[in-house]
């Protein structure tokens, strides 16, 4: 019989013990030792250079700090300067995104990235989280908030849990974070040695604190990570919000979160998009292509007759509204069911040419036949181009005048009238008797004054406690509708779908593209129905931006 089983309690004791040792000898030790090595990418030469190495490196690795640097301009943030990787031994990759061209973000980055086998922490990651992918189209996942994992340890109970916090606490490392340095150029056209070492040391010390993190909660050497992976489960993608004690549901001590399981990239369609079913008209013309749903729904109808079962067509028995012209003669064409950029016939999303936060604000003639605005890529592809798509809305927000997102342009602002006053009211609330007389009455002033009330009862400080510290910004114009706007009075809409097709095509040199797809499609349907002021118009056409040259061509087209 082991030692271990004979003395199962004593062993339990030993092996903490000598773990608490090696903790003060030699991992303490280990963590002062700071920046092992660092690799900056600041090109693509870069990146080639270092790219075997980064990749044996990180690909190794179950758990990477995390942690990003940007600019802010008059309250204005600017799109994410460096992203710092790194590992708990020491090592560091600072990658400055801002001066990477965003269709050439290597794929390896973009994998470490967005694969749920590689742990990320930090302290705000979430909010990193976001900003790398409203800024570069950067999909993070698997990544865990520090802060969850460390809120029960007694070390740092009442402390903010800041990662300088957390750092000193439970590494005894002191970080520099200095206004200087946090707030510096971090687009400069060179780094600092000091900027890199600031940046590296953020990613470092959250890979420790990990580490740190589990082997007090494995009990140092006795190794138990039941409970730790379930904690981990629990937080894994979760934004950090601070959970009280008291509120904590019984589950082995942990809080109950209620965890979202969407991700900003839908799960790819695995069955085929296009059926390739026809329509024909009562003479046999074919009116259009369609899926088998709705081919089978005349029939169910009793609108039409199957005629055809490969392909499976259906004719009708009434006189349709139109025939297929111009344009519309797209919709008869048979479209294959794979990647119209590389030609992969499997895992696919649903790419609006057009998206869909400015084809909103169209007119609905021109939200109408939007298929052919609706192209199937391959999962690597979509990626790829809602990345290039990023830039071309930034260009848009320069060109138009409209924010993507800042403190200036947000829907909800934040009220610090209204937060001094709750803050004041929960504080009255918690520790109000065990307060100074005279910070009571500075706290009841607060509320008084907001109020404009001479005295604080109980059902003030209950209705302050809830006050909504956000309030709706009057004059937030959502970025899709003030480019709508835009392109309304300069040029038309008609240029504006042209301007992102001509996008697609650019950025992504699409080999697949289906029969008869245009640039210009539906341009000349709708410069038709604006001469025959056809009832669908019911908008004013000067919006369109119809050229002169368009309309006498269709002129002629009228018989």
């Not at 209204?418 to 009211?425: D, F």
């Not at 114009?477 to 040029?491: A, T």
């Not at 809409?493 to 042209?498: G, H, P, S, T, Y």
Request: aromatic residues 10%; contains cysteine; glycine residues 4%.
């Amino acid at each position: 019989m082991s030692f271990l089983k004979k003395f199962p309690f004593q062993s339990i004791a030993v092996a903490s013990a000598i773990g608490i040792i090696a903790y003060k000898y030699g991992f303490l030790k280990l963590c002062n030792r700071g920046i092992a090595k660092y690799i900056l990418v600041e090109n693509v030469e870069d990146w080639n250079l270092w790219e075997r190495e980064i990749e044996e490196i990180l690909h190794k690795c179950k758990v990477i700090g995390i942690d990003c640097e940007w600019v802010t301009v008059e309250s204005e943030r600017k799109p994410v300067s460096l992203l710092q990787l790194a590992t708990d031994s020491g090592f560091c990759l600072l990658v400055r995104l801002s001066c990477l061209p965003l269709w050439l973000i290597p794929p390896v980055l973009i994998d470490i990235l967005s694969r749920v086998t590689v742990l990320k922490v930090g302290v705000g990651v979430a909010e990193d989280a976001n900003k790398l992918f409203n800024d570069y189209g950067l999909e993070v996942r698997g990544f865990v908030d520090l802060r969850y994992l460390a809120q029960d340890l007694k070390e740092v109970q009442g402390k903010n849990m800041s990662l300088k916090s957390l750092g000193i606490e439970l590494l005894g490392i002191d970080l520099n974070k200095s206004k200087e340095l946090r707030c510096s150029d971090w687009n400069a056209p060179h780094l600092s040695e000091e900027q890199v070492e600031y940046a590296a040391n953020d990613a470092i010390i959250a890979a420790k604190v990990f580490t740190m993190i589990q082997r007090r909660k494995n009990k140092w050497f006795f190794i138990d990570n039941r409970e730790f992976l379930k904690e981990l489960e629990i937080y894994r993608d979760i934004p950090f919000k601070q959970v009280l004690v008291n509120n904590r549901k019984k589950n082995g001590g942990l809080s109950v979160l209620k965890k979202s399981h969407k991700t900003r990239y839908s799960k790819p369609r695995q069955k085929p998009m296009y059926d390739n079913c026809q329509l024909v008209a009562p003479d046999g013309e074919l009116l259009c292509s369609c899926d088998k749903g709705k081919a089978e729904w005349y029939v169910y109808k009793g609108l039409g007759e199957k005629i055809s079962d490969e392909p499976f067509t259906v004719r009708l028995n009434f006189e349709p509204s139109g025939r297929p012209r111009l344009d519309n003669v797209f919709y008869t064409m048979e479209k294959s069911n794979q990647c119209v950029v590389c030609g992969k016939t499997e895992n696919f999303h649903r790419k609006l040419v057009v998206p869909s936060e400015y084809r909103r604000y169209f007119p609905n003639l021109m939200k109408k036949n939007l298929s052919h605005d609706v192209l199937l890529l391959c999962v690597h592809c979509h990626k790829k181009s809602n990345i290039l798509d990023q830039e071309m809305r930034q260009n848009l927000a320069k060109l138009c005048d409209a924010p993507l997102g800042c403190r200036k342009n947000v829907k909800y602002k934040f009220n610090p009238k209204l937060a001094k006053v709750k803050s004041a009211a929960k504080a009255l609330h918690i520790s109000g008797s065990k307060m100074p007389e005279c910070r009571q009455q500075e706290l009841k002033k607060v509320i008084c004054d907001y109020y404009n009330i001479t005295s604080v009862t109980d059902d003030i400080i209950k209705e302050a406690r809830n006050l909504e510290t956000s309030e709706l910004n009057d004059a937030f114009v959502p970025h899709g509708l003030k480019v709508y706007q835009y392109f309304c009075e300069n040029g038309g809409l008609i240029q504006f779908e042209k301007l992102w097709r001509q996008h697609f095509l650019d950025s992504m040199q699409p080999q697949y593209l289906p029969s008869m797809w245009s640039v210009e499609h539906n341009h000349k349907r709708l410069a038709l129905q604006v001469v025959n002021n056809e009832r669908d118009v019911d908008f004013e056409e000067s919006i369109l931006g119809l050229t002169p040259e368009l309309v006498e061509e269709i002129k002629e087209l009228k018989p």
